[in-house]
């Protein structure tokens, strides 16, 4: 087996050329990880996109880290509290590794080892088919459309105690999607197939289809931390055949993405543990109603705290970094003074994805204040919580 090629670049990267197939070019290309333009034979320039991950292509690996080189543990953390606040730091086993492949390869071996360890789930789930015995109840009305004047056959429905449940499919789907990434480590891979073959008799998602939903219940507890590392590999990973047979497999997302969707959820969460609630996107005018039929200009407030049916707090959250002399965009603040003023508050909190103080800017000829709390997304997961949870205290002490 040829040695891998791996190319690791930060996020902000300076466009520079490499030597690249056609086939490969057309790849890394199409992964969207970065922007490739052909630049000549064999030979590529390659452009940030502003996205994060990996991407193998035969012996190529190109990794693109996030600012501050955020570790791979934390980003993997970011993604699956996002998508689910009940995902932990300690379902990822990422802490010692630098290369994402492997990382998530082995968490995911580990955490569904241990799900199958006491056995495979067993569930009840709907059977409709027609059958020449008659078990469970008659559909009707497909026995009258599908078998009209016949009675060889019988249109019915049951339920059976079986494993092809919806948590055995995530599990097998998951763990077929990352056995098909190539050049993972020889014992790995055996773990992989080994678990798969466990699960035998369960169905396999296809590709493209909407992942099935499930919720955790006193009988599914042991398999939940894997099912919700499973959902994280389904959402954001590819493995493919590519031209001229090329294996290609890809880990990428929208790193400004995965930093705003973590921090309003994780600020949608710490008020909650408040008491109050908290409702992201919130709908909103920029203007008052008007009689000439002209349409007001709409809003969106990232996010937008309530104390019973009144709105107490402004929040937003940017990844972005600061300029030379520590200053953000000043379109960022334009915005939070839109939504403190439309919304009547004087009092709005501002994350960024950046190590530092806190500063708070007091609007000129305006009551309204702009705290800039900095996310060090060095921090540890349960740190960065915290930190959020700070961010939340702390705006509201200074108001009380």
């Not at 497909?142 to 009675?151: T, Y």
């Not at 389904?234 to 969707?261: C, H, P, Y």
């Not at 008020?271 to 409702?279: F, H, K, L, M, N």
């Not at 930190?387 to 200074?398: F, V």
Request: aromatic share 8%; with cysteine.
């Amino acid at each position: 087996m040829s040695e891998v090629r791996r190319l690791a670049l930060a996020e902000s990267f300076e466009p520079f050329a490499a030597e690249l197939s056609e086939a490969k070019a057309r790849a890394l290309h199409g992964s969207r990880l970065v922007n490739v333009v052909r630049a000549g034979a064999g030979t590529a320039v390659l452009q940030p996109s502003g996205r994060v991950g990996a991407v193998r292509i035969g012996d190529l690996q190109v990794e693109v880290w996030p600012k501050e080189k955020v570790k791979l543990a934390h980003l993997i953390f970011m993604l699956g509290y996002a998508a689910d606040p009940g995902f932990r730091p300690e379902e990822v086993n990422a802490e010692g590794y630098d290369e994402l492949w492997p990382a998530l390869a082995e968490s995911l071996a580990r955490v569904c080892d241990r799900a199958l360890r006491a056995g495979v789930l067993q569930g009840y789930r709907t059977v409709e088919e027609s059958s020449i015995v008659v078990r469970g109840r008659i559909r009707v009305a497909d026995q009258l459309r599908r078998q009209p004047g016949q009675i060889s056959r019988t249109e019915i429905a049951y339920d059976e105690y079986m494993t092809d449940i919806v948590e055995n499919r995530i599990l097998r789907t998951a763990l077929r999607r990352m056995r098909a990434v190539p050049r993972l480590r020889s014992g790995v891979a055996s773990q992989l197939s080994h678990l798969d073959n466990r699960l035998d008799g369960v169905a396999v998602l296809r590709h493209g289809e909407p992942l099935p939903s499930w919720r955790p219940t006193r009988l599914n507890a042991r398999y939940v931390p894997a099912l919700r590392l499973a959902e994280l590999v389904l959402r954001n990973t590819s493995a493919q055949a590519g031209d001229d047979g090329v294996e290609i497999a890809a880990f990428v997302v929208s790193m400004w993405k995965v930093f705003e969707d973590f921090v309003t959820v994780a600020l949608r969460e710490a008020i909650t543990e408040r008491g109050r609630r908290a409702v992201a996107q919130k709908r909103w005018h920029f203007d008052e109603p008007r009689t000439d039929g002209v349409s007001r200009v709409p809003m969106a407030i990232d996010l937008l705290e309530y104390d019973g049916a009144l709105p107490v707090m402004v929040y937003d959250a940017k990844y972005k970094a600061a300029s030379p002399d520590g200053r953000y965009p000043n379109a960022d603040f334009y915005q939070m003074l839109a939504y403190c003023t439309t919304t009547g508050l004087d009092r709005a909190v501002l994350v960024y994805a950046q190590g530092g103080q806190p500063v708070d800017r007091r609007v000129l000829n305006s009551p309204v204040t702009i705290r800039e709390w900095p996310l060090d997304l060095s921090l540890s997961p349960s740190e960065m919580l915290d930190s959020i949870r700070s961010a939340i205290a702390r705006a509201h002490a200074a108001i009380d």
